[in-house]
């Protein structure tokens, strides 16, 4: 006699809910559609000259004080190039990307005087 787990089948819906919640989940990994990155072709079609412009126009919430956390740090390549000012020296068809590290992140990344997180511009 065959049985049939009519339980099981009754659990496909909410297994295909939750792997679709787990999917996208997004963070600060999450490069497709993320509060946390802007892609070269979003840049593209904003038409800015430099990585600090493509950061005003597209994201300018990453730029807002965070408290007593110090200054946002930026990056190139993981590089430190030091205030977000220095953005302006990476034009725009250059970048591949750019993403937001929030500050728990960049301290593990780069160490201390990361209170207000990081920008990090990835070049081609």
């Known amino acids: ?12 819906p909410t297994l295909a809910l939750f792997g ?5 989940g997004g963070g600060s990994g999450s ?18 000259s430099d990585a600090l412009e493509a950061v005003e126009r597209l994201r300018p919430d990453w730029l ?3 408290g007593a956390g110090g200054s946002i740090q930026a990056y190139r ?3 430190r190039l030091g205030s977000v000012e220095a ?4 034009g725009a068809e250059q970048i591949r990307s ?7 992140d960049a301290t593990t990344r780069w160490g201390t005087d990361h209170g207000a997180g990081a920008i990090e511009v990835v070049t081609r």
Do not use: H, W
């Open 77 to 79: 390549d993981g590089f």
């Open 87 to 90: 953005l302006r020296s990476i």
């Open 20 to 24: 679709a919640a787990c999917a996208s």
């Open 31 to 48: 490069t497709s559609g993320s509060r946390y990155v802007i892609t070269g072709e979003q840049i593209a079609e904003a038409a800015v």
């Open 1 to 12: 006699m065959k049985r049939i787990m009519i339980p099981t089948l009754a659990m496909i």
């Open 98 to 104: 750019i993403r937001f590290i929030n500050a728990r």
């Open 64 to 66: 807002r004080s965070r």
